[in-house]
């Protein structure tokens, strides 16, 4: 079994994370060092960032509660017409991915980000790409949805006012798609 991390997922700097590996035949060297398995010098910050963030068990000591703000979301969401992606599956307390349909997740970007809300579009292997996910795809999400999926992410300070705060922005953008589209 591999396992792969990002650091950003529990609190480090963003350009960092690990790879645990039981098995190093079960990769492919595609590196110039480290016998294939090392593409370039390491990023030392990210790597102490990461190790500071792990130490700090911010994100280990909130996830009950993230689980509960998410669930919280997610059965908003869905009374307001959206959809979880991936709901029955098991997933991680800090990040969740929402689609809203006939409504284009750029649209939902910009629209979120002028009230002063941060999300990201697709899934994070796709994220600023205008192509549609490989990842949403191999899931079985339509195009036509995949196209419309948000990502939202929480954090050890997320509480019940920004769960709040968003829901009241998607439901803003969903009726005016609803308006426009009558």
Do not use: H
């Not at 950003?8 to 492919?28: H, I, R, Y």
């Amino acid at each position: 079994m591999n396992l792969m991390s990002a650091s950003q997922k529990f609190g480090g700097a963003p350009g960092s994370g690990a790879l645990v590996v039981k098995d190093l035949a079960t990769l492919e060297a595609t590196g110039g060092q480290e016998r294939g398995y090392r593409r370039g010098t390491e990023n030392l910050p990210g790597i102490v960032g990461m190790a500071a963030a792990l130490e700090s068990g911010a994100f280990a000591e909130a996830m009950p509660r993230l689980a509960e703000l998410r669930g919280k979301l997610e059965q908003e969401i869905l009374a307001a017409g959206g959809l979880v992606i991936a709901g029955n599956a098991p997933r991680i307390a800090t990040i969740g991915a929402y689609a809203m349909p006939g409504v284009a997740s750029a649209s939902q970007l910009v629209q979120l980000d002028l009230a002063g809300i941060s999300v990201s579009a697709g899934s994070a292997c796709s994220s600023g790409s205008m192509k549609p996910s490989r990842v949403l795809a191999a899931m079985g999400v339509p195009d036509e949805i995949a196209s419309t999926v948000i990502r939202v992410s929480f954090g050890p300070s997320t509480d019940d006012d920004d769960i709040d705060r968003f829901v009241a922005e998607w439901r803003k953008i969903a009726a005016r798609a609803k308006a426009k589209a009558a």
